[in-house]
Structures are given as structure tokens and as C-alpha cells.
């Protein structure tokens, strides 16, 4: 591989005009695609094999019209102090909003207070519950914009008038968290390369893989149904992964530079190692985000393959287009250890040459390898330990800031009808095979009102049919405690008895049933999609490293820096450490996707790091260093760069710990530290330490495994035999 990507950067260099016209050709296309094709709204949104699924597709067609995934609004009136919701004037008002709010083109229904029993019994809060025909997601902006103007009006007239459900829910918006990312990456580039050109590089050829990614997303959301999420993850993964590979191919032409070599030689080199290290580092990304698929929810498989092809663009635009870009930056990209005369070029010259950061910081741990690892894996250890204590949930409007209407709408309705009827339960009960279907939902309703935890119990609402019905239930605990989770199994439960009297189904679906079932859906993947996703990159790493040792401390290392991670995710959202520093408003259960979503990014960056590190001193040992040795000769060229990129990382994430959704806040916060944790504990502490103790060890593979294995020569020893047949040519000569 590394001869024939030696010839590729050789090719992209020489061939720099042809490069750059393709890809910008590449850019154009999928700009213009993105800008004719049709906008798209959110992808549906199911999870097959869930009770709750089944429960909404069984009321699509028992209940035609009635939009049981649509989206909801509870628009909540409080009445001036002294006063009640039932004087008057305030009556009109809300009479009048309800008016107009029937009048929304998307508006399925309109629940009016006072014929719906919806006003709290001290007579001051009462609710109006708006349907809507589609998703909160793929609702139009004209619906939500007539929603806020009528609430307004009521607010004029004298009421406090908040706005609760998913109907406001919109897509969050991130763009000055990136632009924040990408001026900090620019600053940490130029550090690292001391050189503004060298550094303009990685910076654009990441945002042109980037933009060719989510332009070709935007393109095709229509068609497959991608929806206007789907480019989130992708802009974040390409963005990321795009500086990377490209800091790292320019690390290492500037380090051929050094060495003397010519500048197309230099890139072709760059290329047939560093880019060998792209290839399989890239590789890790793709499996792990195309592993998604094993959840079985089709939104997030989605979200998963696009960000992977994504990932993909940026490891070819790292393997073409950098190595033409140096050849129009000639003379500009200076070998490494010179900077430009803007930013000091050659004082360094005039100072004594001693060893790097990363040549003294190896050294000490190839001295104290002992001491090194038991700090790093005891302060790891420290840091997981509140995830055992790991609560999984999805966000309601309880945990919004205080500032949104939607939490207030909560916090009004939590005081005057209590904290369960934020997430009410709807049982579904399908009587079609019940020789009495009437007996059956009377049942079903008794069974309920006696179980723990329930408030309220509305009668049941058979269909044209009489066969099925549908159940309200009021919990008494709020929708993202633990309590309404053991009554929804409770609930089901209790449908298996139902159904052995009655021949009648049970089951329980609603919003809050949904997050439930999703939650568990997640939990339950996370062990399957880990034996997988590390499966795959284990034995990816033993071709990469030829070695089972090293392949296994990586990903023993890995899954103790997640884990850290979660610990310190828990601690601070939901134990509340430092959550006025993070501006952490609501404690609650962690997001249920956190887990597998932070498996998976995090493993593909880690791997990164692991390839791009430890194939330097792979190759040190190849061309016959001692172990030892080889490690230190690794982190002298190894540690700036990849320090460098784990700096840009979580500058990237951090930038969303700023962000005022609670799920964005979270994920920025707990990518930042186990990058943090990867990258400077596991990667630059632990990996040394191990391989200083294993020794030679760590480079043992069985000889009938060697035998095997292809020889994908990561390390460039293919161009070490180039270089000697052409010295021996040379000679002849």
C-alpha cells in the first residue's frame, strides 16, 4: 500500500492542476445539487420492534386521520393574580385563541378548556391541546410563527401565555460554535506549523470536504429521506477528522523536507506513509459509524453511513489534493524546525538544538513506565466511578432552560395539575380478538387506576369499531423519572393477565412511553454494537500493527477513556458537579443516546490517535531501533501532531457546552473530555507505558498469523527497498 500510495502523491503533486479541477469540479456539482434539490424537513421518525411503534402503527390504522405521531402544542394560560381562568374577560381570551388557532392549515384539532376539562381545580392555569397532521420536526416554520402570534395576542389581553409540547421544536442551530472550532484549530495550526500557509492548509481542505459531504447530504435528503439532521453529525465528524488527516500528511512532508529530500519526493513520501496511517485510521472512523445500523432505528443508520461517507471524502482529499496543494505552495511550507519570517523564521536557528517536548516527556516514561501507568489508569478508574451510577432518559421541556416557553409552559402546568401530567401514558387496547370488547377496556381501565404511581385514568375512547380504544393515564412522577418508567412496565405487565381473561392486547405508547422504549432500545444495542464496531477494528489494527498485543492495549485503552467519560458526564449532569460552570440549569437522567453515540465517535478519533502514533514507532522498530528506543523516536515526531489535534478537538466540542439545548450541551462537553482523556492520558501516558513494560512482546505475532496476514506495510518499508534498487541503478549507471 505504501508504494502505491507513494505514486498517488507523487501523481496528485506533479498533476496538481488536474487534482484541484476535480475537486473543485467535485464541490461545484454538489453545490449546485444541494442548492436545486427540494428542501427537506426531518426524516420520520420510528423504532421498529418497540411496543410504542407498534402502538402508533396499530392507531394509523384502526384510527384514520387521528396522526398519532403528530405533533402537539399545549398552549398554557395563567390568570393575573386575584384572578381565575374562569372570570369573564379571560374566558373570551382564551375563546378567542382557540378560534384562531383552529384555523392553522397543518391544525388536525383544537382542544377548547372549558369543554375539555382542562382547567386546574384552584381555577388559575388551564391548557388548550393543539394536533397537528405531521411531525414537530416537519411542521412549516408559517405554523409555529401563527402559534407564537396567536399566544402573543393572549399575552396582550393580559394573561401569561406559555407554549409547551413538541410543536416549537426546531433543529439547532450550531454555526457559531463551528466558526468558534475553526478559529481555534487556525490558531493551533499555525503554532504547530509556524507557518500561515502550512497551516491554510488542512483548515481548507477539510472545509471543502466538508462542504462537498453536506452538499451531497442536502442533495439527497429528499430522496432518501435523510432529513435536515442527518448533516449535523456529518459536518462534525468531517470537520474533525478532515484536519486531522490533512495536519498529518503535512507534519510529515515537512519532516521529509528536513531530511533533505526533494519536494515531490517529500510529498510522495508524506503520502506512502502518513497516508497509509489515513487510510486505516479512516477505515476505524467508517466502521464505527456505519456499526450504527445494528440500533435498527433507521434515523440514526442514516445519520451513521452519511457521516462515514463523509469521513471518506476527507481521507481522499488527504491523499490527493494536500500533496497538490504543496505543490502550489512550493517554497512557502518550510521543513519542519523553520518558520516563516512573519512568525520569527530562524531564530530557532541561532538557539542550541535540544530534545523536543515529546522526545523528553517519552524518555521519562521509558524511565518510570511503572509509576506512569498506575497514575493514569487510577485517575481513569477515578473518573468512571459515578458511571455506575448511570441513569438513561431522553430530555423533556423540564430540562430547557428556564428562559424557553417551553419550560415555563412545564413548570405551569407541573403547579397546577402536578409534575406527571407533563408526560401523560396512552394505552392502546386492541379488542378486535375479545368476544367483548366493551368488558375488555373496562378491565384494562380498573387494572390501571389500581397500580402505583397513577393519578388519573380517563375512560376509554373506542374507534368507529368499537374493537379498539385508547386510555389516557396521568402518572404522579414527571415524565423522565424512574417511577413513570416502572409504570409503564408496570403497565404492561398487567396486559399480560388482560389479555389471557380477555383475549385483548395491551399496550402503551405516547411520547414519554416512546423516549422509554427508545432508551432501552439503545441500552440494549450498546454491548452488540461494542463487540462489533471493536471486533472489526481489532483485527483491522493487527494488519495495521502486526501484533496482538498492541491492537488489544488500544482497545482496552479506549474503553477505559469512554468510561472515564461517562463518569464525568454523570457527575455533572446528573449529580449537578460544576453545573453552574457549565451552565447546567436541570439534573436528569443522561441523554439515552449519549452512551453508544460517544462509543462511537470517540473510538474513531482514539483509533486516530492510536494509528498515527503508534505507526511511527512501528516503523522506528521496522528499520531496527530498540523498542525502547522506537517509542521515543515516535512521540519526537508523533506528540506535537497529534497534540495538536486533540487540542482542535476539543476546541470543536467545547464550542457546544455554550449551546442552550440540554442534549447539544451534553454531547459537546462529553466528546471534549474523552478526547481529552484519550488523547493525554490513554494515548500519550498509558500506550508508552505499556509498550516500555511489554518490550519486544509487543511486536510478537505468530508466525502462522504472519503468514496469513496481507502486508499492507503501513510503516513504508516498501519505500525503503524503492529507494536501495534505485541507489543500486544509480550505480550501475
Not at 372549558?114 to 416554520?141: F, I, P, R, W
Not at 432518501?224 to 503535512?250: E, K, Q, R
Not at 497538490?324 to 517554497?331: N, P, S, T
Not at 423540564?398 to 415555563?408: E, I, L, W
Request: proline share 4%; hydrophobic share 50%.
Amino acid at each position: 500500500m505504501a508504494t502505491f500510495l507513494y505514486k498517488l502523491g507523487r501523481f496528485a503533486f506533479r498533476r496538481r492542476h488536474v487534482v484541484a479541477l476535480v475537486w473543485v469540479a467535485l464541490l461545484t456539482l454538489a453545490g449546485v445539487g444541494a442548492a436545486s434539490a427540494p428542501a427537506a424537513g426531518s426524516s420520520s421518525f420510528s423504532i421498529p420492534g418497540t411496543e410504542a411503534q407498534k402502538a402508533f402503527d396499530l392507531l394509523e390504522q384502526r384510527f384514520p386521520g387521528m396522526s398519532a405521531d403528530g405533533a402537539t402544542a399545549r398552549v398554557v394560560f395563567k390568570a393575573p393574580d386575584g384572578e381565575k381562568m374562569t372570570d369573564a374577560p379571560n374566558k373570551a381570551t382564551v375563546k378567542e385563541t382557540v378560534k384562531e388557532l383552529s384555523d392553522g392549515s397543518e391544525v388536525v384539532s383544537v382542544a377548547d378548556p372549558y369543554k375539555a376539562n382542562a382547567v386546574s381545580k384552584d381555577g388559575t392555569v388551564a391548557y388548550a391541546s393543539v394536533k397537528y397532521e405531521v411531525s414537530g420536526m416537519e411542521l412549516q416554520d408559517s405554523s409555529r410563527d401563527a402559534l407564537e402570534e396567536t399566544a402573543q395576542k393572549a399575552r396582550d389581553a393580559g394573561l401569561t401565555v406559555e407554549i409547551g409540547g413538541d410543536a416549537l421544536q426546531t433543529t439547532p442551530e450550531t454555526g457559531a460554535t463551528e466558526i468558534i472550532g475553526i478559529a481555534v484549530a487556525a490558531v493551533v495550526l499555525v503554532i504547530t506549523f509556524g507557518s500561515l500557509v502550512a497551516a491554510g492548509l488542512p483548515l481548507l481542505t477539510a472545509l471543502i470536504g466538508v462542504g462537498i459531504g453536506v452538499s451531497g447530504i442536502t442533495a439527497l435528503a429528499s430522496t432518501l429521506d435523510l432529513g435536515s439532521t442527518t448533516s449535523t453529525l456529518a459536518m462534525m465528524i468531517g470537520l474533525a477528522v478532515g484536519i486531522d488527516y490533512a495536519l498529518f500528511i503535512v507534519s510529515r512532508y515537512r519532516a521529509e523536507l528536513a531530511e533533505g529530500r526533494e519536494r515531490e519526493e517529500a510529498a510522495g513520501r508524506a503520502v506512502g506513509t502518513a497516508g497509509s496511517a489515513v487510510v486505516f485510521a479512516g477505515l476505524t472512523v467508517v466502521i464505527a459509524l456505519v456499526g450504527l445500523s445494528v440500533v435498527n432505528i433507521p434515523m440514526l443508520t442514516k445519520m451513521g453511513v452519511a457521516a462515514a461517507g463523509t469521513v471518506a471524502i476527507a481521507v481522499l482529499i488527504a491523499l490527493t489534493m494536500i500533496p497538490a496543494l504543496l505543490g502550489y505552495a512550493g517554497r512557502k511550507v518550510r521543513p519542519m524546525g523553520e518558520k516563516s519570517r512573519m512568525l520569527g523564521g530562524k531564530r530557532a536557528e541561532k538557539k542550541p538544538s535540544r530534545p523536543n517536548m515529546g522526545t523528553r516527556w517519552a524518555s521519562f516514561v521509558v524511565r518510570r513506565p511503572v509509576a506512569v501507568l498506575m497514575m493514569g489508569v487510577i485517575g481513569l478508574g477515578a473518573a468512571a466511578v459515578p458511571a455506575a451510577s448511570l441513569e438513561l432518559g431522553l430530555p423533556d421541556d423540564g430540562s430547557q432552560p428556564t428562559s424557553t416557553t417551553q419550560r415555563r409552559a412545564y413548570d405551569l402546568l407541573s403547579e397546577g395539575f402536578g409534575s406527571g401530567f407533563n408526560g401523560p401514558l396512552m394505552v392502546v387496547v386492541d379488542a378486535q380478538g375479545s368476544k367483548d370488547p366493551k368488558a375488555a377496556f373496562t378491565k384494562v381501565g380498573d387494572e390501571i387506576k389500581g397500580l402505583k404511581d397513577v393519578v388519573t385514568v380517563t375512560p376509554a375512547a373506542p374507534n368507529k369499531a368499537g374493537d379498539t380504544a385508547t386510555i389516557t393515564v396521568i402518572p404522579h412522577s414527571k415524565p423522565s423519572s424512574v417511577a413513570t418508567e416502572d409504570l409503564v412496565h408496570s403497565i404492561r405487565d398487567a396486559g399480560a393477565g388482560i389479555k389471557a381473561d380477555t383475549d385483548a392486547d395491551v399496550l402503551v405508547t405516547g411520547t414519554t412511553a416512546m423516549n422509554i422504549d427508545f432508551s432501552q432500545k439503545l441500552n440494549d444495542a450498546l454491548i452488540p454494537y461494542l463487540v462489533l464496531v471493536v471486533g472489526l477494528a481489532f483485527l483491522l489494527l493487527i494488519v495495521v500493527f502486526r501484533s496482538i498485543l498492541v491492537p488489544l492495549k488500544a482497545a482496552l485503552g479506549f474503553l477505559l477513556s469512554v468510561m472515564a467519560a461517562l463518569g464525568a458526564v454523570v457527575a455533572v449532569f446528573q449529580w449537578g458537579w460544576l453545573s453552574g460552570l457549565m451552565g447546567v440549569e436541570e439534573t436528569g437522567p443522561i441523554m439515552s443516546m449519549m452512551p453508544i453515540f460517544m462509543v462511537g465517535v470517540v473510538f474513531g478519533l482514539a483509533m486516530d490517535y492510536e494509528v498515527f502514533l503508534v505507526t511511527r514507532m512501528r516503523e522506528a522498530y521496522v528499520h531496527g531501533e530498540k523498542p525502547s528506543q522506537a517509542i521515543v523516536t515516535g512521540f519526537k515526531h508523533g506528540a506535537r501532531v497529534v497534540t495538536a489535534a486533540a487540542v482542535i478537538m476539543m476546541a470543536v466540542f467545547a464550542g457546544f457546552i455554550g449551546s442552550g439545548e440540554s442534549m447539544i450541551k451534553m454531547i459537546g462537553f462529553g466528546l471534549a473530555i474523552a478526547v481529552f482523556f484519550d488523547a493525554f492520558i490513554v494515548r500519550m501516558a498509558i500506550v508508552p507505558a505499556v509498550l516500555a513494560l511489554l518490550g519486544k512482546k509487543a511486536w510478537w505475532l505468530p508466525k502462522w498469523l504472519d503468514r496469513v496476514l496481507p502486508n499492507v506495510d503501513v510503516e513504508g518499508e516498501g519505500l525503503r527497498v524503492h529507494d536501495e534498487d534505485r541507489d543500486k541503478e544509480l550505480v550501475r549507471a
